[in-house]
């Protein structure tokens, strides 16, 4: 069974660019779920999806969008990126998405913002 | 301030030596989970705990969930240098939707 795959694994971006950043879950896992990972602040969670829909939004701007396909797959977006953004993102999937499942993550992208 | 508190936040030990790290909040939770982060590469779930009181093993890990559900505690036991990583703990409250991650313990540990 394959496991969580997210591309790009790199990406150097400059300020005010945008960037779009690619989640393929486990198949037959129905949501997705996005974090943040910095030194500092640890795993923030972003978003999550279920069945199409945003289920569930951490504390992000709005320049932090995503989106779920019928197919479960997902994608994350920044808009206007600042230099805070560089940091790992993670994607994590699960079956139903209930917190005290087991999440599947992915390895990650590691976004640079210059 | 972070719903969950790990410590020691670094740890650097020789192999053979034991540790353990902690994770605590003044919240109740559901279940626990602890996970290990190599570098480059995303948690792995290693165990998670769902009973007040509960004692898991896992080899040479440890896991314990306290008895009124808001600490949880990892030991290892003869650490090797593959036990190396970030130690992840995460809850979810109640019945949210939402686990939420401490900042975690990074241990080394030197062959």
């Known amino acids: 069974k394959a496991g969580v795959t997210q591309t790009p694994r790199y990406l150097i971006k400059t300020r005010g660019q945008q960037v779009t950043l690619s989640c393929s879950p486990i198949?037959?896992?129905?949501?997705v779920s996005w974090y943040q990972q910095t030194p500092g602040q640890g795993l923030q969670f972003l978003f999550e999806y279920f069945s199409e829909t945003q289920r569930n939004k951490g504390n992000f701007p709005g320049r932090f969008s995503g989106r779920q396909f019928s197919n479960s797959r997902s994608e994350m977006n920044v808009s206007t990126l600042e230099l805070g953004d560089s940091a790992l993102y993670l994607c994590?999937?699960?079956?139903?998405?209930?917190?005290?499942?087991?999440?599947?993550f992915g390895s990650g992208t590691q976004l640079s913002v210059l | 301030t972070q719903l969950l508190e790990q410590s020691p936040q670094f740890l650097s030990i020789q192999e053979g030596e034991n540790l353990t790290v902690y994770c605590n909040s003044s919240?109740?939770?559901?279940?626990l989970q602890w996970y290990r982060q190599e570098p480059g590469e995303g948690p792995v779930l290693l165990v998670t705990?769902?009973?007040?009181?509960e004692v898991k093993k896992l080899k040479r890990l440890t896991f314990q969930f306290g008895d009124a559900r808001k600490d949880s505690s990892l030991h290892i036991t003869a650490a090797q240098p593959g036990d190396t990583g970030l130690y992840l703990c995460a809850g979810a409250i109640g019945g949210s939707y939402i686990p939420t991650f401490g900042r975690g313990t990074s241990l080394i540990v030197h062959p």
């Open positions: 198949s037959g896992h129905r949501s």
């Open positions: 919240s109740v939770f559901s279940s």
């Open positions: 705990v769902v009973t007040g009181g």
């Open positions: 994590a999937s699960s079956l139903d998405g209930t917190g005290d499942e087991k999440l599947f």
